[in-house]
């Protein structure tokens, strides 16, 4: 495998290796190739990438700052790099993705945006972009989600979302993504459905890693003006679907940075999944020994998802990244110590990535005097509830 | 004789095709419903192999699915009953893309045809990817039944048409499985296009939630398949028996339809005049 092949146009078959693939059913394959061809034409036109560029400067903050953390570096013995995605718009990552896929819809004529959320955060970029466009939005959550994200919800209803609670299954993220798919079969001709990860049928896993690629891109300038080597040793991100480190990895997978993906424990598709099919695409999947796919469970919603992106997979098994967990106590742990040493709020799903450079310097797995890039993919002031006891 | 062979062969006897369904595993029992709807006059049985996430279907066949699973159904639970059930009528398997790859195409097809199933339908495994199943299907004996769209063009429903194996299944509209809906124009467009492109037979699928239904969209195909209307009867409450006596309604439905004067004139491709009328029960695979 050529590092040249990695991260790059998969093709009209939408394969990463294995991965991949378009496993939806006949009544969505016309919206899909619609999709495609749309992006395809978008992303080669100046004016499309003019329009998005100047979108997520004046509208959603970009760039976003490279922040070392130097008390944290100190204590750790390493040189510590925080992207910045905690100040976008928003939030979190999730409005590049999001600004977009609206940006694209609006070009194809669709009137409606339809998403899944777990945290709420894509749901809430996709209700903020919708506003932006002046399109509607209609955002699929668990039900389980809502009682656990209420402020995210309350976000959404401001701007205008129409919020349909889930009922089947878990009642968290792959229960939206169901509902969501079947809801987009059905409104087809006037709806879009704003993917929130790298996870669908093709287009939307290279797609979504495209509207990322700004993370990783910058991150990549960034780093070469702040270290002396120019490239970090280590580029780390939290994977639920994937998509601020498939973002994240696109800028750095030519280099000679080592690549880590970390998992929640209970949600780790790229460590203790199986091949399997869902939502679309072919990936590692949590399934019982039968076939069914398993709920996940962590403390991040936003990493509650049994599956993961069909590229992450890809990478896994061609060695060019590699995916560690860890534990909801580590996280919260991790949440904290960054909110005190640097006073950054981090979001649960982004302390996940927190919390592995933290073991791996303490261990000694990452070397001291180490440079460590890392994607803080969002803020965490939708956790302060969720975070019952201070260590 | 294959599945598609079977349905030829009814269907150039005049017959309307009627093929319920039922989700294995869904009772203790469950093999009865599918004796009750031969006994009913189907033409063939699909049985769905219940999967976490189905992402074609709605509520009616969600629950079936999510009741069956609580109730320890498996692939290959759901083989051991069918493989000691004796019918008259082929049965084909619908089930999602993650439990056919479990092992591989080629081995779910193996078990279905140890288990004397005669055909699969996979609604999340389109063209595009039912490249390696169709192989390992024909390999078995098993027809591979495609899905057409009211929105698949009409060189997808070319290719769809010749490619699909036992039957066409034409959805009758843009969403999920369930009852309700009526036949627009495009229906019957769907029906008639894909009439001109194979002879295969042509079942409408979705949304036939009654007799009269039935029977108006059997009026653009060569049948129906039956899911959501059976399906709720017996989360309901209903029993082998009295499902039985709905089939059997929706097959007195179809027997009495009024010819079709638009669908009667079509002319049937490749018809061999050798057919068959009668078929017997099915050797055991």
Partial sequence: MSEHALMSDPGTTGRFGDYGGRYVPESLIPACHEIE?????????????????????????????????????????????LKREDLAHTGSHKINNVVGQALLAER????????????????????????????????FMGERDIERQELNVRRMNV????????????????????????????????????????????PYPWMVREFQRVIGEEARVQCGAE?????PDYVVACVGGGSNAAGTFAGFVGTTARLVGVEAEGGAAATSGRAGVLHGYRSLVLQDEHGQVREAHSIAAGLDYPGIGPEHA???????????TVTDDEVVRALVRLARTEGILAALESSHALAWVIRAAETGAVAPGSTVMLTLSGRGDKDIAAIKELP | MTLEEFLIARRDAGRSLLVPYVTGGIRPGWTDVVRAYVDAGADAVEV??????????????????????????????????????????????????????????????????????RGLI???????????????????????????????????????AGRSRGFVYAVTRMGTTGEGGGTSPAVARLGRDLKGLTDRPV?????????????????????????????????????????????????????????????????RHRRRPDRQDQVGPLPRG
Avoid at chain 1, 114 to 133: I, M, P, W, Y
Avoid at chain 2, 203 to 227: C, K, N, Q, T, Y
């Fill in chain 1, 37 to 81: 061809a749309a992006f395809r034409d978008a992303w080669a036109d100046p004016g499309f990438r003019d329009r998005l560029t100047t979108t997520l400067t004046v509208y959603a903050g970009r760039p976003t700052p490279l922040t070392p953390a130097r008390r944290l570096s100190r204590e750790l013995g390493i040189t510590l790099l």
């Fill in chain 1, 108 to 139: 194809m004529g669709r009137r409606r945006l339809l998403a899944e959320t777990g945290a709420g955060q894509h749901g809430v970029a996709t209700a903020t972009a919708a506003a932006l466009l002046g399109l509607e939005a209609t955002v």
């Fill in chain 1, 159 to 202: 701007l205008g979302a129409e919020v349909v609670p889930v009922t089947t299954g878990s009642r968290t993220l792959k229960d939206a993504c169901n509902e969501a798919m079947r809801h987009w079969v059905a409104s087809v001709d006037d709806s879009y459905y704003c993917v929130g990860s790298v996870m669908g049928p093709h």
């Fill in chain 1, 227 to 231: 270290l002396p080597a120019g490239v």
């Fill in chain 1, 314 to 324: 890809h990478l896994r098994d061609g060695g060019r990244a590699r995916y560690a």
């Fill in chain 2, 48 to 117: 769905g192999f219940p999967f976490s996430d189905p992402m074609l279907d709605g509520v009616t066949i969600q629950e079936a699915s999510d009741r069956a699973i609580a109730g320890g159904a498996t692939v290959a639970g759901i083989l051991a009953e069918l493989a000691a059930l004796d019918v008259a009528v082929p049965l084909f398997a619908m089930t999602y893309s993650n439990l056919v790859f479990q092992r591989s195409g080629a081995a779910f097809c193996a078990a279905l045809r140890a288990s004397g199933l």
């Fill in chain 2, 122 to 160: 996979v609604p999340d495994s389109p063209l595009e990817e039912v490249g390696e199943l169709a192989g390992a299907a024909a390999a078995e004996g098993l027809d591979l039944a495609l899905m057409a769209a009211p929105s698949s063009s009409p060189a997808r429903l070319r290719e769809i």
């Fill in chain 2, 203 to 267: 079942l409408f699928g979705f949304g036939v939630s009654d007799p009269a239904r039935a029977a108006e969209l059997a009026g653009h195909a060569d049948g129906v398949v039956v899911a959501s209307a059976l399906m709720r009867r017996l989360l309901d409450g209903t029993g082998p028996r009295e499902l039985g006596e709905y089939v059997a309604s929706i097959r007195r439905a179809l027997d009495h339809r009024e010819p079709d004067e638009q669908y009667a004139p079509l002319p």
